[in-house]
């Protein structure tokens, strides 16, 4: 079946490691995106990409850094540099559109990273 | 001002009841807008598309007003399964960034 893949689901992380969350999409979408949800918020922007081997910080990228080196795949790293990892992290991709035309969106069941 | 905002609720109906819940976003240059249904704990998911026209799918209707920068959700005859949390989403210009209200809960109750 066609769809994004997260792993893993549940991750925790000392305090001071570096850990990496999976994403892969068989959809053969563009675009890709990493987005962080804390409770009881809506979903935030940590980075996106819209083609390969090109990625743009969104609104929350400090303390993450991410690849873009095939179509189907998008790895998240979470650094010790982000002070309060603990949340939701939810990766989505979308297909190619022109501009009016709209955007959908689809999402990966999500990882939960928790600091311990 | 947030660039999406939503009632976060939560809106507590009786089944067989009609909701509606209303989300104003911020740029009046935004052209794509959408519903999003997120259960506990899990991904969101696309409920729909929402056009200048209004449309219906179902139980579900969406409309838009640009004049008023406002989209809504009316949901009629309430499920119990309807219970989940209602994203609001907002593609402000051409580029594949969009903007995500924090959500409307929605408790149906027997």
């Known amino acids: 079946d066609g769809g994004i893949t997260q792993s893993p689901k549940y991750l925790f992380r000392k305090e001071g490691q570096n850990v990496t969350l999976s994403c892969e999409q068989n959809?053969?979408?563009?675009?890709m995106y990493w987005y962080r949800q804390d409770p009881g918020q809506g979903l935030r922007l940590i980075y996106y990409?819209?083609?390969?081997?090109?990625?743009q910080k969104g609104d929350i990228a400090e303390g993450y850094s991410v690849s873009r080196e095939k179509k189907e795949s998008f790895p998240l790293t979470v650094t010790s540099a982000q002070k309060n990892p603990t949340a939701f992290y939810l990766c989505?991709?979308?297909?190619?559109?022109?501009?009016?035309?709209?955007?959908?969106?689809?999402f990966g069941e999500g990882s939960w990273l928790t600091v311990v | 001002r947030k660039e999406v905002e939503q009632d976060p609720g939560p809106f507590n109906v009786p089944e067989g009841a009609t909701v509606a819940f209303n989300c104003t976003y911020s740029?009046?240059?935004?052209?794509?807008f959408f519903w999003y249904r997120q259960d506990c704990r899990k991904e969101p998911k696309l409920l729909m598309s929402?056009?200048?026209s209004g449309n219906e799918d179902g139980r579900f209707t969406a409309q838009l007003n640009r004049a008023s920068q406002y989209i809504s959700l009316l949901i009629r005859d309430s499920k119990l399964s309807d219970s989940a949390t209602y994203l609001c989403?907002?593609?402000?210009?051409?580029?594949?960034?969009?903007?995500f209200g924090s959500g409307t809960r929605l408790l149906v109750r027997p």
């Open positions: 989505a991709s979308s297909p190619r559109h022109g501009q009016y035309s709209g955007n959908t969106i689809y």
């Open positions: 959809l053969n979408h563009d675009a």
């Open positions: 989403v907002v593609n402000e210009d051409s580029s594949y960034k969009l903007i």
């Open positions: 740029n009046s240059a935004s052209q794509s």
């Open positions: 990409s819209q083609i390969v081997n090109d990625f």
């Open positions: 929402v056009y200048s």
